[in-house]
């Protein structure tokens, strides 16, 4: 899931970049392009790759705190 939320960062990134230079490139089906629906779903791509990125690190930090499960070990037995 790290990864996956770290490709979301870059292409909300790269939409926004595009999209602000030339907004025609990403809204090719308008006849006359706006940038505020550019920034609108880049914000909301970047947002959900922050949370997916914030969940799979705290998922990561569970399983290095976990604590090992304790084995039987066998007794030892003395003669008497």
Not at 12 to 26: A, D, F, Y
Not at 38 to 59: H, L, R, T
């Amino acid at each position: 899931m790290m990864v996956w939320s770290i490709n979301l960062l870059i292409l909300s990134i790269g939409l926004l970049i595009v999209g602000m230079i030339k907004p025609g490139l990403i809204l090719f089906w308008m006849e006359t392009p706006k940038r505020m629906p550019i920034f609108m779903v880049s914000v909301v791509i970047f947002m959900s790759a922050a949370m997916m990125f914030g969940e799979a690190n705290m998922e990561k930090q569970t399983e290095t705190t976990q604590e090992p499960e304790i084995k039987d070990t066998p007794s030892v037995q003395t003669t008497e």
